[in-house]
Every structure is written in C-alpha cells, then in structure tokens.
C-alpha cells in the first residue's frame, strides 16, 4: 500500500470492465506497484482527496480533467476512435476495445473557460 511519501495513487475511472481490463492490460504492470483504485464516476470527496503524483485514466469531460490538471494530477484519456454508430454507449467486450482502435493520450494543459 502506498503512503503520503510514495508516488502517488492510481485511478482507473470508467463504468466499463473491458476498459478497465485493456488498460490494465496496456499498463503491462507499469506503474501498479502503487494503490491501484477502479470506479465508475469520479467523486466530488475523490477529486478533493487526489494530489500531485496521482494518475487518472478514464474518459472524464473537460471540466473535470481541467481541475485534475490544476492540481498537478496527470491525466490519460481513453480514446476509441472507430466505434460504430450502433454500438456507441453499449458494453463493448476486450476485443471490441482493442478492434475500434483504443488508444490512450496523455493531457498536459487544457485552455479553456465558460462563455
């Protein structure tokens, strides 16, 4: 388990399993020698307990990726740019994650305000 001296915490944040598997699986062991925390949404109570060292993956609208960029977290966004029409907001399974191009990018600044 890690402690306020270590590098940080994990966070894999997406409702869906396979995602969750293809990014553990891209990981390849890298970087889980940390606390390693998977959820579905990204808590208000969450948001406030994350620090600078801590890393988030998931697919997380820009407002909230802008406040974890504030706070010195680094962020990784899931991509999967070739997802059919039909099957956009179902379950896709591993293999689907891996056939409509997954991809993972990182985000290191975010410019942008309300209007």
């Known amino acids: 388990m890690c402690n306020e001296m270590d590098d940080g915490r994990i966070y ?3 409702r869906h399993q396979s995602t969750v598997d293809w990014i553990l699986a ?3 062991g890298k970087g889980l020698d940390r ?5 579905g949404h990204l808590s ?11 890393i988030v993956y998931g697919i997380l ?5 802008r ?4 706070k010195g977290v680094e962020y990784f966004h899931v991509v999967l740019p070739h997802v059919p029409y039909e099957l956009r907001g179902k379950e896709l399974t591993l293999k689907q994650v891996k056939e409509f191009g997954g991809q993972i990018w990182k985000i290191d600044d975010i410019k942008c305000f309300k209007v």
């Open 26 to 28: 891209k990981l390849n």
């Open 61 to 65: 609208p820009i407002h909230l990726i």
């Open 35 to 39: 606390d390693v925390f998977v959820t």
């Open 67 to 70: 406040r974890l960029l504030r």
């Open 44 to 54: 208000n109570e969450m948001m406030l307990r994350m620090r600078k060292g801590d």
């Open 12 to 14: 894999i944040i997406t």
